[in-house]
């Protein structure tokens, strides 16, 4: 596959955080135990604001182990999770993030949903409209927004002209019950969208389930070509942005940036300031913590997941139309 060169925010009120000046904690669980919602369940035990209830996953093991590690109870059921809870952290396969939060939503709990935020446009719908139905914070695990914003992008004084990302590594197992559009591309999608990219007029694509090259062209000639592979041997998380007065490239791995224009970038003022730079996850809970219980903007809410799923969509369509054959389990 080729690779990029190395040198290359809608929402609902939701209840106060604080009573007569005691601060609420949200108390939460996490719906999947493995290596992600470990991640989660490690920043949401360790949140000044957050009091983490309980596990669940089908492996009762797994929940268990996790449980343990981070002071919270371990549940066979996720409806038995729900009930004791204001809110959960969906890191299930994506093929259950919809049925999963779904439920929570209905049963009144603020939904923390990694992404794909669904697998169809109609579910991502469904989501959006009960979570703005009910009052509820629903946010999609773009994380990679707080990286860009600690480096002050994107830039307020102009769009780029074209970007190139390259995103791959080894196979893990994890992610694999969905293309790697869903799994890996759909977070370029999103920082396309972020920097100001309007729907495709036409999208070219090769590759299949677990290697994919996309090229969108956008209204005045403007393209953004992406690179994404679970099959590679080397791991890379790369973006480059091309303006008129020269180029910005980001290493997500190592966090660094190189920009050769003339603007001045530092951190803007998304959730979590410079600190997400070392920590996106962490500022990612901690925005969703704030959410929750103080009614603020949800940072990545669901219409935000739901345009770079409408993206990644778009693209699959495109490979299917190219002879792609799709992976069925």
Request: aromatic residues 6%; neutral net charge; contains cysteine.
């Amino acid at each position: 596959m080729p690779a990029l060169g190395a040198s290359l925010w809608s929402f609902s009120k939701i209840g106060s955080g604080s009573v007569r000046g005691v601060e609420r904690r949200l108390k939460t669980g996490i719906a999947g135990a493995g290596v992600f919602g470990g991640h989660h369940a490690r920043k949401h035990a360790a949140s000044p604001r957050i009091d983490l209830a309980g596990v669940f996953d089908p492996d009762s093991s797994r929940a268990a182990a996790l449980a343990a590690e981070t002071g919270a109870r371990a549940f066979d059921h996720y409806d038995s999770l729900l009930a004791g809870v204001d809110a959960v952290a969906i890191a299930a396969p994506a093929g259950a993030h919809f049925g999963m939060a779904r439920r929570a939503l209905e049963a009144g709990r603020h939904v923390y949903v990694e992404k794909p935020l669904a697998l169809s446009l109609a579910e991502a719908d469904a989501l959006i409209a009960l979570a703005e139905a009910r009052g509820l914070a629903l946010q999609v695990g773009h994380q990679e927004r707080f990286v860009l914003a600690a480096m002050g992008l994107p830039r307020g004084d102009r769009l780029p002209l074209a970007m190139e990302f390259g995103r791959s590594g080894p196979a893990t197992g994890r992610g694999e019950d969905v293309a790697v559009t869903l799994d890996l591309m759909i977070h370029d999608l999103d920082l396309a969208r972020l920097f100001g990219f309007a729907r495709p007029l036409k999208i070219d694509a090769c590759g299949g389930y677990d290697e994919t090259v996309a090229t969108l062209t956008f209204d005045g000639g403007k393209t953004a070509s992406f690179v994404a592979s679970r099959r590679s041997d080397v791991r890379q998380r790369l973006m480059k942005a091309v303006y008129d007065d020269g180029e910005i490239e980001i290493d997500f791995l190592n966090r660094t940036i190189l920009n050769r224009t003339g603007a001045m970038l530092a951190a803007n003022d998304f959730a979590g300031g410079p600190a997400a730079l070392a920590d996106p996850l962490g500022a990612s809970v901690e925005a969703f913590a704030a959410a929750a219980l103080d009614g603020k903007r949800a940072v990545i809410d669901g219409k935000a997941g739901r345009g770079a799923l409408e993206w990644a969509l778009m693209i699959e369509e495109a490979l299917e139309a190219s002879g792609y054959s799709r992976k069925f389990a």
